[in-house]
């Protein structure tokens, strides 16, 4: 059985990857407290001690509002961190999976991106993935980069997870209508990982389930499928004062690659609703 290491192993991808892969793979997760991906010798150090076959590094600093106020954390963890995870990959020849994001575009495309699409990221959360996936490409010879975007899934706390248990506690929400993307079901994205993993793909790919969507229809689903009463009030990105980075207007993901390979991708709106039903069985 092959050895799969996990960075960033108390995440919503992390957790789950260790839950999902560990049918097929001896895992091993390192949450950051256990893998301090900053510290070079220390992930040399593991990763020499147990040989993994393959690494998934999920480990990230992804609060884009935080990553903007505190750029000199984001570029180290996100940027300076996956240069370390990379560097301890080759030396054992592992096979490097990362995942990035739909921020290192600037979202001015209008329609979905692909993975030919030249990045220009608005935030340093962006900029810290986009170098984080500079240091992959250049220093890993066995890599896979996985765009991805607006991860929900159960025991999650980003926003994308946590809008249906607000949306239970409040008479009403508001939700921006100019800020448009893919979901992606991390049950779904794991699958995917697994899928790629047996058939060695290498290179960069897309992956979100099909389809996109504003936070604004995002949240008129969720009311829908749970059959709520909350008043969901359209707003725009720049009535949030509080938020700091700016976000790529529409960053939908092109996934006719990953598909070409025979991968079949659920609508966002299948899998939302297989998520709302396992929360709430």
Request: glycine content about 6%; overall charge neutral.
């Amino acid at each position: 059985m092959k050895k799969i290491l996990i960075t960033g192993g108390k995440g919503l991808v992390g957790r789950n990857a260790g839950e999902i892969l560990s049918d097929d793979f001896e895992v091993f997760s390192f949450g950051k407290d256990e893998l301090d991906i900053t510290d070079r010798e220390n992930v040399i150090k593991i990763f020499n001690e147990i040989k993994p076959d393959i690494v998934l590094h999920s480990g990230a600093l992804t609060d884009v509002d935080l990553c903007e106020e505190n750029p000199e954390k984001a570029y180290l963890v996100n940027s300076f961190g996956t240069q370390n995870v990379s560097v301890a990959s080759q030396n054992i020849k592992a096979y490097l999976i990362y995942l990035s994001t739909d921020f290192i575009f600037d979202g001015k495309k209008n329609s979905p991106y692909s993975e030919y699409d030249i990045p220009n990221p608005l935030s340093i959360y962006g900029k810290s993935k986009l170098l984080g996936e500079y240091f992959v490409s250049h220093l890993s010879d066995k890599f896979l980069i996985i765009r991805t975007s607006r991860i929900f899934g159960k025991g999650g706390r980003n926003f994308a997870s946590k809008i249906p248990f607000l949306m239970k506690e409040k008479e009403k929400i508001f939700l921006t209508e100019d800020i448009i993307n893919s979901p992606t079901y991390v049950v779904d994205l794991v699958n995917t990982i697994k899928f790629l993993i047996k058939k060695e793909v290498f290179g960069i790919l897309n992956f979100s389930n099909k389809g996109f969507c504003s936070w604004f229809d995002y949240g008129k689903k969720i009311k829908e499928f749970l059959g709520l009463e909350t008043e969901i009030i359209p707003v725009k990105f720049k009535d949030f004062k509080e938020k700091k980075a700016q976000r790529p207007p529409f960053s939908a993901l092109n996934t006719e690659l990953i598909e070409s390979l025979g991968f079949k991708i659920p609508d966002w709106e299948y899998s939302l609703k297989v998520f709302l039903e396992e929360i709430w069985k």
